[in-house]
């Protein structure tokens, strides 16, 4: 098998032998040049909402958990009313992933409604 059929995707099986791990110490360098990070928050109460506005602001994206509550839960509206409100003065987008997951980006990065 060849460099350029690993790459495409020859079609072959796979083994424990084509993957490589990788050590996160080694990318370090890297890290610290990034411009945005990715914040993975859990929301428990409206308080959690602060540091979520705040890494939006800073031009980072998240993750949010909301499965302490309902969707129904008149808590989770007001936050995701909050949120929503925080994207748009960014001019950022935010979408409800199923009933569990609020996702928030910047200004500049859209998210497709479309699953690939």
């Known amino acids: 098998?060849?460099?350029?059929?690993?790459?495409?995707?020859?079609?072959?099986?796979?083994?424990?032998?084509?993957?490589?791990e990788l050590d996160l110490d080694d990318f370090a360098e890297a890290h610290a040049e990034t411009g945005m990070q990715v914040h993975?928050?859990?929301?428990?109460?409206?308080?959690?909402?602060?540091?979520i506005k705040d890494a939006?602001?800073?031009?980072?994206?998240?993750?949010?958990?909301?499965?302490?509550?309902s969707t129904s839960d008149r808590t989770v509206e007001h936050i995701i009313d909050e949120?929503?409100?925080?994207?748009?003065?960014v001019d950022g987008d935010i979408v409800q992933k199923g009933d569990d997951q609020i996702v928030?980006?910047?200004?500049?990065?859209?998210?497709?409604?479309?699953k690939l």
């Open 1 to 20: 098998m060849g460099i350029m059929s690993k790459i495409l995707g020859g079609g072959g099986k796979r083994s424990v032998d084509d993957y490589v």
């Open 40 to 51: 993975i928050a859990e929301i428990g109460d409206q308080s959690d909402v602060i540091p």
């Open 56 to 69: 939006v602001y800073d031009g980072d994206f998240v993750i949010a958990d909301i499965t302490r509550h």
């Open 83 to 89: 949120l929503r409100q925080v994207a748009r003065e």
């Open 104 to 114: 928030i980006t910047p200004t500049g990065v859209s998210i497709s409604r479309e």
